[in-house]
């Protein structure tokens, strides 16, 4: 991105960095936390700024594409929790693994994959990021392992994940992350066995919006300290909407996991302003004012933004242009969404097998065969 | 002579040691050394990084082992009986086959489950359902259904080393059967292909297609038969998918008759899905008569031994068919 002179400001006026006071986690099975104070340079913050504004206008696109019936079957938009995915994603490296369920745009963009392959993936299109054969929950990337349609099952996956993180010793760490609504199924207390027992270097994290589609937590969970029902493991409850406290946990889990002393588990308290998916209003469960009330006291985005001009790290200004330069790339990455082709109808049955000498599908009659190449 | 226990033990010791990534997790696959004894002595020799007990969990260990497949690793997931499978079959299906075709080809998932499938003997109900139709429906998986030693040792080894996901089969009943090996077949080399059947016995009279325990009883049968002066072609398939389906049809087109044999239920079975394609196929204008199916009986699996054996297909069944459709 090119610099522009902001016209009533130096660069040399504004602080290098600034030091913040955030809210202290509660523990569950660990005499200490994550350090309750983070330090967040402007180099950062900017970065941050960015990151989570690019999410935020990129579902705000995904909702404008799917009311035009361009976008189909499910989109579950993320709008609201950009301090998660950012605030984990600063923490880790490239080289450690991530995956989720399906509210996985902000995940996706965090993890290097860029907006217009991500709406092109959500279009349909030969551009998009799984070439138009995944769609909304399925977009994949280097140490990105999607993007899951059922609910819960991407957290053993996670966990086979950091087995082979600890398999091949190059004390790489897994973030495996699921809902409030999937915190009740099974398979995760399976999975938090294996991972105690075996000591895998496994980040389990619970993003807690308050409801599982329609359903609040109080109606769905025997017991809503989801940072507590990992039972053995070691457990963090975070404030989601806070980008740098997310950070400092994460921070906090990953030295943890990385010092060989088996699995944590990290509950985000969070919030999604879109319902469940777009065929969900996301009204008839909870107020308009309760959503006001998180959008006027705890957006992320406004948030980071209030700190940063507070503490001098930057100016409304430089803000704005940043604003400009991110709905100018979303909107740009839209255009191309909706004008890439569909994918070839040849390759339709592509990709079934990987590393597989070319064969025949059959279509919906004997007479119709596809060819499978990989 | 082999039997297919140690086939299936020295397969898995060959590729452990070929591949470090490769390892096998399961209940009682380390240090009890197999429920079945299939993996015996492999803990001893590999240790706990290459040999995992797990708990009794299904669900969790199946997915974690899938995860692990998509992270670089190899792993062979141990099902103490298929019917065990239906725990976890979310992980098989929606997991481990469909990703590489979500992903476009990015993501690979490089695992083989394994384990007894079907009847054993006096197991039960809940104990002794087939899975080839279920597992063998799905688009991403490849499934395989061994016969004899040579089909265990050289399908498995193939399985491990393809980068796909691969249920095979097994039969409890057949691990303590002897076969002959040939020097070839007992090489570290050894690989069966997966995708291609078996001509097992030459014949002109009518076509026997199978897998797993039942190509026995087919050879059986065709003993028999041969006294009476009726030649049987029988066709062990050794892959459920992609069913080789060229093998049937050139066959069928030399005998004109075709009869399936199969363990599990008819409805929606292997021997339907045979009989549909070879419909569809230049073969059917070379069938005398009908094509006929021998399957398990229609209902679940009764306890006492005389309901038992009257619910899997026997010899004098087959023979039966045979006779039936060649009308003596």
């Given at each position: 991105a090119s610099r522009v002179m902001v016209a009533s400001r130096n660069y040399a006026d504004f602080a290098n960095e600034a030091t913040f006071e955030i809210k202290k986690c509660d523990l569950h099975r660990l005499e200490e936390g994550p350090s309750t104070t983070a330090v967040l340079t402007r180099e950062e913050g900017l970065h941050y700024y960015k990151t989570m504004q690019t999410i935020r206008r990129m579902e705000l696109k995904s909702d404008q594409l799917y009311k035009q019936k361009i976008i189909r079957g499910f989109c579950h938009l993320y709008d609201g929790q950009e301090a998660c995915c950012v605030g984990l994603e600063v923490a880790i490296k490239p080289t450690d693994h991530v995956i989720t369920a399906y509210r996985a745009h902000g995940f996706t963009y965090a993890r290097g994959v860029p907006v217009r392959a991500i709406l092109a993936e959500l279009t349909g299109r030969k551009g998009g990021c799984a070439k138009g054969k995944g769609g909304s929950m399925h977009m994949y990337t280097k140490n990105f392992y999607g993007g899951n349609g059922i609910v819960g099952a991407q957290v053993p996956l996670g966990a086979g994940i950091a087995l082979a993180c600890k398999y091949f010793g190059k004390n790489e760490v897994c973030l495996t992350l699921y809902g409030d609504g999937a915190a009740n199924q099974g398979q995760i207390f399976e999975t938090f066995n294996m991972a105690a027992l075996w000591k895998l270097p496994c980040i389990f994290i619970c993003e807690n919006n308050r409801y599982g589609m329609g359903t609040s937590v109080e109606r769905a969970a025997a017991s809503t300290d989801y940072y507590k029902r990992g039972d053995f493991i070691p457990g963090l409850r975070v404030d989601g909407m806070d980008v740098l406290c997310v950070r400092e946990a994460t921070k906090f889990a990953t030295e943890y996991c990385r010092a060989g002393k088996g699995p944590i588990l990290m509950e985000l308290q969070t919030y999604r302003y879109h319902g469940h998916s777009m065929s969900d209003p996301g009204i008839s469960y909870r107020t308009r004012e309760e959503i006001q009330e998180v959008r006027s006291k705890s957006d992320p985005i406004t948030l980071l933004k209030d700190r940063m001009i507070n503490h001098n790290l930057a100016s409304i200004e430089e803000l704005k242009e940043i604003d400009v330069a991110v709905r100018k790339e979303i909107e740009e990455a839209a255009q191309f969404a909706t004008t890439d082709p569909e994918p070839p109808l040849e390759e339709l049955g592509h990709h079934i097998y990987f590393n597989e000498p070319p064969f025949e599908v059959r279509g919906p009659n004997q007479w119709i065969k596809y060819k499978s190449v990989n | 002579q082999v039997t297919v226990r140690d086939a299936l033990n020295q397969a898995l010791d060959e590729e452990l040691e070929r591949d470090e990534r490769v390892f096998l997790l399961g209940e009682e696959v380390a240090q009890y050394d197999g429920a079945y004894k299939i993996s015996r002595g492999l803990w001893k020799k590999f240790g706990d990084k290459r040999i995992i007990d797990t708990p009794i969990s299904e669900m969790g260990f199946t997915g974690i082992a899938v995860g692990a497949a998509m992270a670089g690793l190899r792993p062979v997931c141990e099902f103490m009986t298929f019917n065990f499978s239906m725990q976890a079959i979310d992980q098989v299906i929606n997991s481990a086959a469909k990703t590489c075709y979500m992903s476009a080809g990015s993501i690979a998932v490089p695992i083989v489950f394994r384990g007894p499938n079907g009847a054993s003997a006096g197991v039960a109900a809940q104990h002794s359902q087939c899975f080839a139709a279920w597992y063998g429906h799905c688009p991403g998986l490849k499934v395989v259904s061994p016969w004899s030693s040579e089909d265990a040792k050289g399908l498995l080894k193939t399985s491990i080393r393809d980068d796909n996901p691969v249920v095979m089969l097994e039969n409890e009943l057949l691990y303590g059967v002897p076969f002959e090996m040939s020097e070839e077949a007992q090489s570290k080399d050894f690989l069966v292909p997966i995708g291609k059947a078996k001509v097992e016995r030459q014949g002109t009279h009518v076509t026997l297609v199978s897998h797993s325990r039942p190509v026995g009883h087919c050879l059986e049968a065709a003993a028999v038969l041969a006294k009476e002066g009726v030649e049987c072609e029988v066709i062990n398939l050794r892959t459920i998918r992609p069913m080789d389906i060229e093998t049937i049809e050139a066959s069928v087109v030399k005998t004109n008759h075709l009869v399936t044999v199969e363990g599990g239920w008819p409805q929606f079975g292997v021997g339907a899905e045979i009989c549909a394609r070879i419909m569809e196929g230049p073969a059917f204008n070379y069938l005398d008569a009908p094509a006929v199916r021998v399957t398990g009986?229609?209902?679940?699996m009764p306890y006492a031994k005389i309901l038992e054996d009257n619910c899997i297909p026997q010899v004098k069944d087959i023979i039966f068919a045979v006779k039936k459709t060649l009308n003596i």
């Open positions: - | 009986a229609d209902v679940p």
